[in-house]
T-cell receptor, first 114, second 113 residues
Framework: KAGVTQTPRYLIKTRGQQVTLSCSPI?????VSWYQQTPGQGLQFLFE???????NKGNFPGRFSGRQFSNSRSEMNVSTLELGDSALYLC?????????????FGPGTRLTVL | QQQVKQSPQSLIVQKGGISIINCAYE??????FPWYQQFPGKGPALLIA?????SEKKEGRFTISFNKSAKQFSLHIMDSQPGDSATYFC????????????FGKGTLLTVNP
């Protein structure tokens, strides 16, 4: 069974631009969560989607948004990029409920904002 | 702010030794405590998890000890191997509807051969 895939793996953008990251969950998984990982703040929860609906949200500004498609694939968008948005963005999928089902992480997208 | 404090930041252990990583949490609503292992260039992978109805859980060489009254939990890696060298994250989360994991800052473990 293929794992969680994320594209692109690396991305370089400049301040003020916007970016869209993509995540394909493990086949059959319907819950997709997004995390931001930085050396200073560690892993921080962004949001979780289930059946095309945002079910939970972390403490990030509205510039961070996401969506989920009917095939459970998910995208994350960051608008008006800031230098501090440089991070590894991780996507994790689980069968239905990350509270009871194991979350499997993808390799991440490394975003650099110049 | 809900926090999970993890220590130490880095740890060097000799092959065959015991690695111990500690975490402390503040929110008494937390009732799910997983540990993740992350290798360079990879996403975190669930290693072992515990719920507060037990004080210890063991899976192979990995053991979680949980102290509910002290709001602390720890990961013990017995007979540490060079292949265990990675970054380890503890996390905690509530089982309520507003579920989201709060992670510790991570511990870089190096096991020398």
């Amino acid at each position: 069974k293929a794992g969680v895939t994320q594209t692109p793996r690396y991305l370089i953008k400049t301040r003020g631009q916007q970016v869209t990251l993509s995540c394909s969950p493990i086949s059959g998984h319907r819950s997709v969560s997004w995390y931001q990982q930085t050396p200073g703040q560690g892993l921080q929860f962004l949001f979780e989607y289930f059946s095309e609906t945002q079910r939970n949200k972390g403490n990030f500004p509205g510039r961070f948004s996401g969506r989920q498609f009917s095939n459970s694939r998910s995208e994350m968008n960051v608008s008006t990029l800031e230098l501090g948005d440089s991070a590894l963005y991780l996507c994790a999928s689980s069968l239905a409920d990350p509270r009871t089902d194991t979350q499997y992480f993808g390799p991440g997208t490394r975003l650099t904002v110049l | 702010q809900q926090q999970v404090k993890q220590s130490p930041q880095s740890l060097i252990v000799q092959k065959g030794g015991i690695s111990i990583i500690n975490c402390a949490y503040e929110n008494t609503a937390f009732d799910y405590f997983p540990w993740y292992q992350q290798f360079p260039g990879k996403g975190p992978a669930l290693l072992i998890a515990i719920r507060p109805d037990v004080s210890e859980k063991k899976e192979g060489r990995f053991t979680i000890s949980f102290n509910k009254s002290a709001k602390q939990f720890s990961l013990h890696i017995m007979d540490s191997q060079p292949g265990d060298s990675a970054t380890y994250f503890c996390a905690a989360g509530p089982m309520g509807s507003n579920y989201k994991l709060t992670f510790g800052k991570g511990t870089l473990l190096t096991v020398n051969p």
